[in-house]
């Protein structure tokens, strides 16, 4: 047998549960893996304000693939910004980057700032948004020399 688990909220929310997790399959249901739906979402797959699964779906969404307004995972799509090993929105950060604003090993966009690649643009406004990142020196570095 294998491990599942299905809860939810009592509580709604615009018809949706306050929280959702549903991991693992249920046959009875027809379900080869669990997808949790509500305002906070914990699942195989996900889809809710936040999310987090295997494939998450959300306003901020974290997963192995994961897409939203804000988006983090391994493949994360951002229509304002995504960071992981790809990485596709407005602002992107990863291994792979592409968007408006793109930081990383192999970056592409209007505005780029990697190894090979040092927009000045891109420079400021990693600078002043993203102050914190720890790779942001080692980049700026390369542009600076």
Known sequence: MAFKIRRESGLKLAGL?????????????GEKRGHARGIF???DMATGVLAAGGMARGVVAF????????SFGVLGI?????????????VAIGGGAAGVYAMGGGAIGPHVLSTAQCDPDA??????????WPQLDIVAQNCIS
């Open 123 to 132: 420079l400021d406004f990693f600078s002043r948004t993203f102050e914190w």
């Open 63 to 70: 997963g192995g693939l994961a897409v939203g307004l804000a």
């Open 41 to 43: 979402a914990l699942g």
């Open 78 to 90: 951002g229509l304002l910004l995504a960071l992981g090993g790809a990485a596709a929105g407005g």
């Open 17 to 29: 549960p306050l929280w959702s997790i549903a991991i693992g399959p249920d046959p009875a249901r």
